[in-house]
T-cell receptor
Framework: GAVVSQHPSWVICKSGTSVKIECRSL??????MFWYRQFPKQSLMLMAT?????????EQGVEKDKFLINHASLTLSTLTVTSAHPEDSSFYIC???????????FGEGSRLTVL | GQQLNQSPQSMFIQEGEDVSMNCTSS?????WLWYKQDPGEGPVLLIA?????ELTSNGRLTAQFGITRKDSFLNISASIPSDVGIYFC?????????????FGQGTTLQVKP
């Protein structure tokens, strides 16, 4: 399957700071990537759809000004959690699919802990 | 909005037993996917289903895309300890590259050696 990689795998930051998480498609180009958030013992919740060269589409209830998404190239999407607070602590996972295919492949996830 | 009901929520079985879990939806999907997630990692794709009625196997795993396109099941035969983890169903609708993927609540599987 296609390889999707995230960085960093974990990050700890102070409340009020901003954190950037990168998602890369390593062996294919992804015009669309998806960002999910997963709280402990819960399922994955879609946050936003990242579109290369255009604005991201956010799910209802997700603050676009707080979770900035930039999909500047066909292999990289970034999620920036701005002015992070402890309630933003979560496991953030990105995914992408090959052009013309319906399977989605996921990155390893990035665990954010806000103190 | 879209909702997927996955059951059972958890299972504790003896090694060698077969396992079955399923998902139902209030809406139609054009793709069903089954994933396994280990602690602290991203989900790993197990099986992909593309059309109603499709039955697909991957080793000891078998999954089916329901005829109504609103349900799917996953069977694991002769379970082994490494099958432990959380299994998620996911349904996708829309176009191939931009369609959203919606997840079920997950089934936590524990296998007793």
């Amino acid at each position: 399957g296609a390889v999707v990689s995230q960085h960093p795998s974990w990050v700890i930051c102070k409340s009020g700071t901003s954190v950037k998480i990168e998602c890369r498609s390593l062996d294919f180009q992804a015009t669309t990537m998806f960002w999910y958030r997963q709280f402990p013992k819960q399922s994955l919740m879609l946050m936003a759809t990242s579109n290369e060269g255009s604005k991201a589409t956010y799910e209802q209830g997700v603050e676009k000004d707080k979770f900035l998404i930039n999909h500047a190239s066909l292999t990289l999407s970034t999620l920036t959690v701005t002015s992070a607070h402890p309630e933003d602590s979560s496991f953030y996972i990105c995914s992408a699919s090959l052009r013309g295919r319906r399977e989605l492949f996921f990155g390893e996830g990035s665990r954010l802990t806000v103190l | 909005g879209q909702q997927l009901n996955q059951s059972p929520q958890s299972m504790f079985i003896q090694e060698g037993e077969d396992v079955s879990m399923n998902c139902t939806s209030s809406s139609i999907f054009n793709t069903w996917l089954w994933y396994k997630q280990d602690p602290g990692e991203g989900p790993v794709l197990l099986i992909a289903l593309y059309k109603a009625g499709e039955l697909t196997s991957n080793g000891r795993l078998t999954a089916q895309f329901g005829i109504t396109r609103k349900d799917s099941f996953l069977n694991i035969s002769a379970s082994i300890p490494s099958d432990v983890g959380i299994y998620f169903c996911a349904g996708r609708y829309g176009s191939s590259n931009t369609g959203k993927l919606i997840f079920g609540q997950g089934t936590t599987l524990q296998v007793k050696p």
